[in-house]
């Protein structure tokens, strides 16, 4: 056999006690304390005093004449108790010396197992004291079929295991073994079960299998659980050494234990199917204390909630080991030193695998002598070892220590009296049933001890309504008579009555009860009444003829005393159905100073399994979408001129709902207000323009910024001195806050991770500064608020809102910085949970475990899907994923679609629609966190509702489209309409929407122009604005013409008109067709020629409006509901709408303006405007602003030459920078050409003396094919030298606030930043020449 086989066992006498169901201690029925036969049915180890009398059943009492217990009694051993399948039995029991994880004197196991009638058909506890199998040394079948003897495991399994050689593998230590008694010899046990003296007999029991667990031979024992100190280290291997899993195997020859030695003798060695059932529950006991044979916790005793297997039935018996050993055998100690050269690994390092290495060679030769070492192998220690162990020197410092070496692996025992297991009632096939038991026996705590006396059990229970509790309990009639108690001696009785109160005595009147029954509803029910009375008098009155008048303590005729009951109870299920805390008592034995017998049943409402809280969270999750949903409809159709009746929102129940002509009435009701509300919105706009171009207060926002010093400004100087520009310093502030954020959070959560783990703080500070930016992340995006906040001269300084969508990227870089804190510290938090030892669950919530305690071992499935914790980790793994999703498509490959996956995948669609998820984040983030996040997101939450109310008032409205130029490089020109209420300020961008899309864009014309233009970059590259590109100049001219689309080359000029829908809002653009000679059709276009001049934004006239864009002259008929005609108020167009729209229809949208840095060019001077690429565009409308603006402020001062005064309040109107330094950096010479007019008319007239063109080529080029700009005053090859240019314009402008603007590549803007920095005076010194830096980022 296998050498190496655990050791599990104990230094010192240790008792083990079942109090419920009722442990025997192999007592029967004797009329003593004491057991009589120790040895009738197994081997307990355990004190004679202990244990329990088998149950009675008769009616009254099983006692004669004399008041002595009468076995012939009818109903005598009778009371066996009776439990449902699936039942959960409360398995009680206390032990002298402690257990638990992390006990400081010992390890130890307690092992739970049962036994059924299928293993042991004839499987009973007996009438008689007499030992199991007979009085012989060798069990015989006649003496084991004897009904008197008590009968546990079967015979053959006996007489195999003594037939069988014992596991000469095992540690022995140094004691001598008899070879003779086969597997019934043990180190605990040497002289052999029954082989040499046949009282030694421990009933059927097979010591071997007895003294170790797990037993590598057949069982008929079926595991239940197994309590250790050290689960992490042990339980995976008990589960799958268990006979509930794991074959176990047995010779055809008995003698021989091992696969080899039965071969080579002739025997078939064969293995023992398992018996199929789960694993042993294995988990860590609750510590308790040694030397104390009692309650561990809250005064409440060790106990394990089993719940009955369904397909066990029939007679059953229950039986716990204890097991305990000393830290002796640890490799390491000074019994078990270490070895010179050893290493501290492997089996040598564990205590646990013990084996025939470590017995000593010649037994019972140390035995009380002088220890002088250990022999050639490592025996720990000898028997009662005598040595000098402090080292003092001689034999006079000789010390004896108390060693028994039988005892260094000693299990003890206790087994229940048999029990029945029932099928469960038909009508409580699914219902929750639990029993509900009295524990104790008769007398007081000295003469039963170690047992205990009466109590309910459990004391304390909670259980939700519905739940069936099975009220029975079993005592005995024959406990000594001397013993102290109540009623007739020797006897135990129990009853159950409802009180008002624990700390009273007398019971509630039944018009009070609420267990039973609930009388406070109906009082007159008879079935809860006759309950009442039958818990209260146990149905005496069908047994004896009671005498009230009767005081006689030991008279049947006694019923007040419960003398006429029978000892064996059965109320049967009661189902629970009042919620609330009920008060039980036991009139008999509850005695005031002597005896409490008093329980709690606390009834709470339903608690459901995690399935079924997934179920109803989502079932009430669809309820109230429903009833949301059902309250939009009747919102949507009482007031349908709101949004909910729009036809994006509009719910489709209505159409189930309401009559088609109803219907179509409210749809022209609606078309008709929104028709009113753009009116009058229309109306107010021109009224508010108005009042703009004229407010007095427009001069001051435009003022220069404010010199005077402030200390915020000095400090930022002083920043900037270190190298601390706005971005940098606002960054390294910001890194700041979240530093101070994360250590308020690790600060204030020091205590309270697991078991005082440092991952807890780190993971709640990484939380901190998660909530901190997640608060902030979506401010920077709010455009609303970017416009109001760029007012402020000064707020740049300390608020980055000239860059916002990089402050955006910033945060969430430290979002996601504390993100990756917060996941890893919780992973290893998480980790070291499911690492640590499974403490004893306490389903009854008697120990009042800790957190720590309910959360050690959690399995990581069952910490994601904790309700406990509102699915915190579930709902953070989700938002884990989401936001990687938001990181990953925000990349710039993702966006701009730069790769074939991301193309594929949806380019700049695929980033847009994610990060529309931002919602749905923020959500889960409160379901993830609610207790703290709220106060975090309560302000941002009102900037982001007042930013929505202000954006809707920026309404989307559609387009008439003019004019569309094809430029060089794929740029392509738009030119619009103004449209009715649009009001905007140079530099300012908006959001050009087509096709359910909306990309924002400089707007490039004058806010003095009568139309609006913006320049679009468009190459194949850029999937949207390559798709619009091709619809303006290639697609949409060739279906007007009926011809097959084909590339125009640039440059060219394409022409549209305007159309509106018939009926509707909705206003499209088709190009304009001239009719050819020879009736052929061609698209309005033309190409400039070298002497031609491209109009000028702003220079086209409006083209007249085409007949079928006039108003109708009647009421449009109603449509059916889904008639794009009948849609009005929505954002973008549906594909019902595009069938009606002729094929080269062009439909876009604008929305906004919204604030741009470029804005602020009007509160500066000096101005250094830098432009790459297509990046010029907002210079391009801020240049020809100031050409107009220079043109009419030129023209009102030539009428007022003579009036100073109105000259200084013009140009304080009309504010005009006195220098423009305008640097354009472009590729090629092509490049030039889409700006070209437009600079050349800047640098004409009254604004010739203030802009300054310098134009930049770093292309390669070939010196012949370049032309000069006239418009230029300076044209270069090569990049431009910012140090030298920022010197030279601080050479020309000292003392002056200069501002620098960019719209480019941000590589750029690094040097811009630099050079601003570079070359400005510290704030509030004299004559300080100051650059500020500002750049344009979408």
Wanted: proline share 6%; glycine share 8%; charged share 20%.
């Amino acid at each position: 056999m296998a050498a190496r086989i655990l050791l599990m066992l104990a230094l010192a006498r240790a008792d083990m006690y079942l109090n419920n169901p009722r442990g025997s201690n192999n007592k029967l029925r004797e009329q003593s304390n004491n057991v009589q036969n120790a040895n009738r049915l197994f081997d307990s180890q355990n004190n004679a005093a202990s244990g329990y009398q088998i149950g009675d059943d008769c009616k009254p009492a099983c006692k004669d004449g004399n008041n002595n217990y009468d076995v012939t009694k009818e109903g005598a051993t009778k009371g066996t108790m009776k439990f449902y399948q699936g039942s959960e039995l409360y398995i009680e029991w206390h032990h002298q010396h402690g257990c638990g994880v992390g006990h400081p004197n010992l390890k130890c196991q307690i092992i739970l197992q049962y036994m059924s009638e299928s293993e042991n058909a004839n499987l009973r506890d007996g009438t008689g004291q007499d030992t199991a199998g007979g009085d012989g040394n060798d069990p015989t079948a006649e003496g084991t079929a004897e009904p008197a003897r008590g009968y546990h495991e079967p015979l053959d399994f006996y007489q195999a295991c003594a037939q069988r050689e014992r596991n000469k593998g095992l540690y022995t230590a140094d004691r001598q073994m008899e070879e003779n008694g086969g597997a019934t010899s043990t180190r605990q046990n040497p002289n052999g079960n029954g082989r040499r003296r046949g009282n030694q007999r421990n009933g059927l029991e097979c010591p071997e299998e007895r003294d170790y667990y797990p037993y590598w031979h057949p069982s008929p024992w079926h595991d239940i659980a197994i309590l250790t100190n050290e689960p992490e280290v042990r339980c995976e291997y008990y589960k799958q050494e268990s006979q509930n899993v794991k074959a176990k195997g047995i010779c055809s020859e008995a003698a021989y234990n091992n696969p080899d030695a039965c071969g080579s003798n002739g025997g078939q060695w064969t293995e023992t199917k398992s018996w199929s059932e789960p694993p042993p529950d294995c988990i860590g006991g609750l510590q308790s204390r040694d030397n104390h044979n009692g309650n561990i916790r809250n005064g409440q005793p060790q106990y394990y909630l089993w719940k009955i297997p369904h397909h066990l039935e029939g007679r059953t018996v229950l039986r716990i080991r204890y097991n305990i050993t000393t830290g002796d055998f640890r490799y390491g100690s000074l019994a078990h030193p270490v070895e010179e050269g050893a290493e501290l690994t492997g089996e040598l390092a564990d205590s646990f695998f013990m084996d025939k290495r470590f017995n000593d060679p010649n037994p019972n030769t140390r035995r009380r002598s002088i220890f002088k070492g250990r022999p050639e192998v490592p025996v720990p220690l000898a028997q009662d070892p005598v040595a000098d162990w402090l080292n003092l020197g001689g034999e006079k410092w000789l010390l004896q220590l108390q060693v028994n070496t039988n005892q260094f692996g000693r299990t003890f025992e206790d087994r229940t009296h048999s029990f029945i297991v029932m099928e469960r009632p038909q009508n409580a096939q699914t219902q929750r049933i639990v029993n509900y038991n009295v524990r104790g026996r008769r007398g007081n705590i000295v003469q039963v001890y170690p047992s205990v006396e009466y109590d309910f059990v459990p004391a304390d229970l909670s259980v939700e309504v519905g739940t069936l509790l099975h009220f029975q309990w079993a005592g005995s009639d024959a406990n000594n008579n001397g013993n102290a108690g109540n009623g007739r001696a020797g006897t135990d009785r129990s009853n159950l009555v409802q009180m008002q109160s624990r700390d009273e005595t007398i019971p509630m009147p039944i018009e009070k009860h609420t267990l039973l029954f609930d009388a406070t509803v109906n009082p007159n029910d008879e079935a809860g009444r006759g309950l009442v009375e039958k818990f209260a008098y146990l149905d005496q009155d069908s047994i004896v003829t009671c005498d009230p008048e009767d005081n006689d303590q030991n008279s049947e005729t006694n019923c007040k005393q419960l003398n006429g009951a029978s000892a064996y109870f059965n109320g049967g299920l009661v189902e629970m159905k009042h919620v609330g805390e009920h008060y039980v008592v036991s009139t008999r034995n509850n005695d005031f100073s002597n005896r409490s017998q008093k329980a709690t049943i606390r009834v709470t409402g339903v608690i459901l399994e995690l399935y079924e809280n997934v179920l109803v969270a989502a079932g009430a999750t669809v309820g109230v979408l429903i009833l949301l949903y059902l309250l939009a409809a009747i919102w949507a159709y009482r007031y349908p001129g709101s949004w909910l009746f729009s036809s994006r929102y509009r719910p489709r129940i209505l159409r189930c709902c309401v009559k088609q002509e109803r219907m179509m009435e409210k749809i022209e009701q609606r078309r008709q207000i929104v028709a009113q509300r753009r009116k009058a919105w229309a109306k107010k706009s021109g009224a508010y323009t108005t009042d703009e171009e004229g407010a007095s207060g427009e001069a001051a926002d435009m003022a220069m910024p404010d010199e005077k010093l402030t200390w915020v400004q000095s400090f930022n100087r002083g920043c900037k001195r270190c190298g601390l520009g706005e971005n940098r310093l606002t960054t390294f502030l910001y890194g700041l806050l979240n530093l101070a954020v994360f250590l308020i959070g690790v600060l204030s959560n020091l205590s309270g991770g697991f078991q005082g783990s440092w991952a807890y703080p780190l993971a709640k500070g990484g939380g901190y500064s998660m909530d901190l930016n997640f608060a902030m992340l979506v401010l920077p995006t709010l455009k609303s608020l970017q416009t109001a906040t760029r007012r402020a001269s000064s707020s740049r300084e300390w608020i980055p809102v000239d860059d916002p969508i990089n402050f955006h990227i910033t945060i969430a870089g430290f979002t996601f910085l504390g993100a990756a804190i917060h996941i890893a510290a919780h992973v290893v938090h998480a980790l070291s949970i499911h690492n640590a030892p499974t403490i004893q669950r306490d389903p009854l919530d008697l120990m009042k475990l800790s957190k720590d305690e309910m959360t050690s071992g959690m399995s990581l499935w069952h910490q994601v899907f904790n309700l406990q914790n509102r699915c915190a980790v579930l709902f953070g793994l989700v938002l884990t994923f989401m936001m990687m999703a938001i990181l990953l498509t925000a990349m710039s490959c993702s966006r701009r679609g730069t790769n074939c996956l991301t193309r594929r995948l949806g380019g700049f669609n695929l980033f847009w629609r994610v990060h529309m998820s931002w919602k749905f984040i923020y959500l889960l983030l409160l379901l993830h966190a609610p207790a703290r996040l709220w106060i975090w997101f309560f302000f941002p939450a009102i900037f982001v509702m007042v930013d929505r109310l202000l954006l809707s008032n920026h309404q989307e409205m559609y387009l008439t489209l003019k004019q569309v130029k094809l430029l060089p490089r794929d740029v392509i020109g738009l030119s619009f309409e103004v449209p009715q209420g649009f009001v905007y300020q140079a530099g300012q961008y908006i959001l050009l929407g087509w096709k359910g899309e909306f990309h924002p864009f400089t707007l490039t014309s004058a806010p003095e122009e009568s139309c609006i233009s913006v320049h679009i970059r468009a190459p194949n590259s850029c999937d949207w604005c390559s798709a619009l590109r091709k619809r303006l100049t290639e697609t949409a001219p060739a279906q007007a013409v009926g011809d097959a689309p084909k590339a125009p080359k640039a440059p060219q000029v394409f022409e549209y008109k305007k159309h509106t829908l018939q009926n509707s809002q909705i206003v499209y653009n088709v190009p304009k067709v001239t009719v050819m000679p020879g009736g052929r059709a061609n698209v309005s276009s033309a190409v400039p020629t070298a002497t031609d001049k491209v109009a000028l934004p702003g220079q086209v006239a409006p083209p007249s409006l085409p007949t079928d864009s006039s108003a109708p002259s009647k009421p449009p008929p109603l449509r059916p509901e889904g008639d794009p005609m009948s849609k009005s108020g929505e954002s973008l167009m549906s594909s019902a709408a595009e069938q009606l729209l002729p094929p080269e229809a062009v439909v876009l949208q604008v929305t906004g303006p919204f604030g741009a840095p470029a804005q602020k060019v009007w509160g500066f001077d000096t101005l250094m405007v830098v432009g790459a690429g297509i990046g010029v565009t907002p210079f391009a409308s801020i240049l020809r602003s100031v050409q107009l603006r220079a043109k009419q402020r030129e023209t009102i001062l030539r009428r007022s030459r003579d009036d100073p005064s109105l000259e200084k309040m013009v140009k304080d109107l009309i504010q005009v920078p006195k220098k423009i330094y305008f640097y354009w950096i472009c590729r090629g010479q092509e490049e030039f050409d889409w700006f070209c007019d437009l600079l050349s008319a800047a640098a004409e007239g009254p604004a010739a003396s203030i802009v300054e063109i310098t134009l930049f080529l770093t292309g390669e080029h070939e010196l012949s094919t370049v032309k000069k700009l006239p418009c230029a005053t300076g044209q270069f090859f090569g990049r431009p030298n910012w140090g030298r240019i920022f010197k030279q314009n601080r050479d020309k402008h000292p003392g002056e606030h200069i501002g620098v603007f960019l719209c480019g590549s941000p590589i750029i803007g690094v040097e811009l930043s630099k050079q601003s920095q570079k070359n400005s005076d510290l704030l509030g010194a004299p004559n300080a020449t100051r650059f500020s830096f500002f750049k344009e980022h979408f």
